[in-house]
């Protein structure tokens, strides 16, 4: 299956190969992430604010992209008498705080949206690529986020992490990087502009210590295995008990100690 912009996001696509937000959905619920793989459940989401991400990435694609997608989400972003909603207001100053400074346009140079597939750990994947420069060695991922300083607690991490970690972010650099490697056979470094849904924004220009790596490795490494044979069918799914899926096909089957509520 050749992969384009149209058939990028099809559910055809994500049973052919693997991404990181499957491997992610697997390593958060396994019968969650089987569940929306087979387009048996699908997670309640905040349409405005997935919308908002991708008003901001559009732009930095192309002028040709951003039309497109205003008219196609123009319900969405527009009142009834015209004007833009309040959160597209803000992903305009967003879009404002990047464009106006002078290190991220330096740096946001090269291809737009490259869409590559590779063999990574002995299976095919998928990326989509905000910023892509071969001659200089680098590609730029666009983040938008809460806050640059907030803390989330993780237990895959054993500790407290940033946004960065929180939802993924450097095993998604890794893979990207591993993949434009193994294409191009160069030296590839990933980086992250951020930029806030606070007022005014903050932006940040973020780089990745490469020993970071290693424990993503070691992460794939470990799981993509037992996950692609739950993907196949091969093996039965582990439930999490705690996500919006377990949530909803809950049973009782017994009684808990008011002990057990924290340990839930």
Not at 91 to 111: K, P, R, S, T, W
Not at 202 to 223: H, L, N
């Amino acid at each position: 299956m050749d992969l384009n912009k149209k058939n990028y996001y099809s559910n055809e696509a994500d049973w052919q190969y693997m991404s990181v937000s499957q491997f992610k959905d697997f390593l958060k619920c396994e019968a969650a992430a089987l569940a929306k793989l087979k387009e048996e459940w699908s997670p309640t989401s905040n349409p405005i604010a997935l919308l908002v991400g991708n008003y901001v990435h559009s732009y930095f694609e192309s002028e040709e992209a951003h039309s497109e997608f205003i008219n196609e989400n123009r319900s969405s972003i527009y009142k009834k008498n015209g004007t833009e909603r309040a959160e597209f207001i803000q992903a305009v100053d967003m879009i404002e705080a990047l464009e106006y400074d002078d290190f991220f346009n330096f740096v946001y140079q090269g291809e737009k949206e490259v869409i590559l597939t590779g063999e990574l750990f002995g299976t095919e994947w998928k990326a989509r690529i905000d910023c892509f420069n071969y001659d200089k060695g680098y590609f730029v991922d666009l983040k938008t986020t809460r806050s640059l300083s907030q803390r989330y607690w993780s237990d895959r991490y054993g500790g407290y992490v940033s946004f960065a970690e929180e939802y993924g972010y450097i095993t998604q650099m890794y893979v990207y990087k591993q993949l434009l490697e193994h294409q191009f056979n160069k030296d590839i470094t990933p980086y992250i502009f951020a930029v806030t849904k606070e007022s005014p924004p903050d932006i940040a220009a973020i780089e990745i210590y490469p020993a970071r790596y290693d424990f993503e490795r070691y992460t794939i490494e470990a799981q993509l295995p037992h996950i692609l044979r739950v993907k196949m069918g091969e093996e039965a799914p582990t439930a999490c008990g705690k996500c919006e899926y377990c949530r909803k096909n809950k049973r009782l089957s017994g009684f808990i100690e008011i002990e057990d509520l924290l340990h839930s």
